[in-house]
């Protein structure tokens, strides 16, 4: 929050121009979430080292009441501004106040935010969605952005490979000391993150338990016009993270020859904004402006889909030079006689 009120105000604001309210605007649509939230805050000005008003939670929060916050659905672009036109629905958003803030610059532990429960219908891939915040005593619109929502891969099952029913495409390292990973396109999804979790059981701590270990891999890109992206998981990367994770864990572990598969998305909204952040990480020092697609304000609208997940099975062999189950023994991990899930 910081970076972006700092980051935001050296390239939006002149000090001498007058005083005028600019929000601080945040929402991710998630069509596989139960509740979507949206973050409101104000920005600040004051004579006073600038840090000192952000634990005042009055400085940057807005009260209870003062702002209405809803979400129209529209059937096309056009219908946005075309006199006279009403939405296909509103999501409303209520005040709610949450107690689990980090503590830090700015006021904890307490933060509210704007919460609409998702019911069926509320999300549509075909749709455009506008988020409009407003100010109730005058009626003035403070704030407003339009995003759409990821929509579905042109294929029954998002994964190619591995696969969780077809022989061979198993998770493995048997070509090129590496376990390609290959996805059907989303519609509009612009940046993709897969994440693997490999999991075993310990034989006398707790056996009934699975546990896992978790890899998440660089994000890619994609250009909206392919039709499969695929990454990859190392055999270096692999055992490396095994043997990070295990190295201390002296208890005797068994095989459960399966692994998860989870893919994260987001639509080029988010992308952007992601993208502005790594910049400015990666050139300190350099004039750099973070991304905004808020009219009125500043901040992000943006979608994504974060509830991906398929369970595929893992190469049981224990047959050298690759076998999986020979190469994790050779790590002294203390992995014993397989066991399927």
């Given at each position: 929050?910081?970076?972006?009120?700092?980051a935001?105000?050296?390239?939006?604001?002149?000090?001498?121009?007058d005083?005028k309210?600019?929000?601080?605007?945040?929402?991710v649509?998630?069509?596989?979430?139960?509740?979507s939230?949206?973050?409101?805050?104000?920005?600040y000005?004051?004579?006073?080292?600038?840090k000192?008003?952000?634990s005042?939670?009055?400085?940057?929060?807005?009260?209870?009441?003062?702002?209405?916050?809803?979400?129209?659905?529209?059937?096309?672009?056009?219908?946005?501004?075309?006199?006279?036109?009403?939405?296909?629905?509103?999501?409303?958003f209520?005040?709610?106040?949450?107690?689990?803030?980090?503590?830090?610059?700015?006021?904890?532990?307490?933060?509210?935010?704007?919460?609409?429960?998702?019911?069926?219908?509320?999300?549509?891939?075909?749709?455009?969605?506008?988020?409009?915040?407003?100010?109730?005593?005058?009626?003035a619109?403070?704030?407003?952005?339009?995003?759409?929502?990821?929509?579905?891969?042109?294929?029954?099952?998002?994964?190619?490979?591995?696969?969780?029913?077809?022989?061979?495409?198993?998770?493995?390292?048997?070509?090129y000391?590496?376990?390609?990973?290959?996805?059907?396109?989303?519609?509009?999804?612009?940046?993709?993150?897969?994440?693997?979790?490999?999991?075993?059981?310990?034989?006398?701590v707790?056996?009934?338990?699975v546990?896992?270990?978790?890899?998440?891999?660089?994000?890619?890109?994609s250009?909206?016009?392919?039709?499969?992206?695929?990454t990859?998981?190392?055999?270096?990367?692999?055992?490396?993270?095994?043997?990070?994770a295990?190295?201390?864990?002296?208890?005797?572990?068994?095989?459960?020859?399966?692994?998860r598969?989870?893919?994260?998305?987001?639509n080029?909204?988010?992308?952007?904004?992601?993208?502005?952040?790594?910049?400015?990480?990666?050139?300190?020092?350099?004039?750099?402006?973070?991304?905004?697609?808020?009219?009125?304000?500043?901040?992000?609208?943006?979608?994504?889909?974060?509830?991906?997940?398929?369970?595929v099975?893992?190469?049981?062999?224990?047959?050298?030079?690759?076998?999986?189950?020979?190469?994790?023994?050779e790590?002294?991990?203390g992995?014993?006689?397989?066991?399927?899930?």
């Amino acid at each position: 929050m910081a970076v972006m009120l700092f980051a935001a105000c050296k390239a939006d604001f002149n000090p001498n121009a007058d005083w005028k309210e600019v929000p601080l605007v945040y929402c991710v649509l998630d069509q596989d979430d139960t509740v979507s939230y949206v973050r409101v805050q104000k920005c600040y000005l004051g004579d006073d080292n600038l840090k000192s008003y952000a634990s005042i939670r009055d400085s940057s929060n807005y009260a209870e009441g003062e702002l209405r916050v809803e979400i129209l659905v529209w059937p096309d672009e056009a219908s946005m501004v075309r006199e006279g036109a009403l939405p296909i629905r509103t999501l409303a958003f209520d005040y709610q106040m949450l107690h689990d803030k980090a503590s830090g610059v700015f006021s904890s532990p307490d933060q509210p935010v704007y919460l609409h429960r998702n019911v069926v219908g509320d999300f549509d891939t075909s749709a455009y969605y506008q988020l409009v915040v407003t100010k109730v005593a005058t009626g003035a619109i403070l704030a407003r952005s339009t995003t759409r929502l990821i929509g579905n891969p042109q294929h029954e099952s998002w994964i190619e490979t591995p696969h969780p029913s077809i022989y061979g495409r198993s998770f493995h390292f048997r070509r090129y000391s590496e376990c390609p990973i290959t996805w059907y396109a989303f519609s509009r999804g612009r940046r993709y993150q897969v994440q693997c979790q490999y999991y075993y059981r310990c034989r006398y701590v707790d056996p009934d338990s699975v546990r896992s270990i978790v890899m998440t891999l660089p994000y890619k890109v994609s250009t909206l016009t392919e039709s499969q992206l695929t990454t990859a998981l190392s055999s270096s990367t692999f055992f490396a993270e095994m043997e990070h994770a295990l190295s201390a864990d002296t208890s005797t572990k068994m095989f459960v020859d399966s692994a998860r598969i989870s893919l994260a998305i987001c639509n080029e909204p988010l992308h952007a904004y992601l993208n502005s952040i790594d910049m400015i990480r990666s050139q300190m020092g350099q004039e750099q402006q973070l991304y905004s697609n808020i009219e009125g304000g500043i901040g992000v609208f943006g979608a994504r889909r974060t509830h991906l997940s398929v369970c595929v099975p893992a190469d049981a062999s224990d047959v050298p030079p690759l076998g999986l189950h020979y190469l994790i023994r050779e790590l002294n991990l203390g992995f014993q006689q397989p066991e399927k899930l």
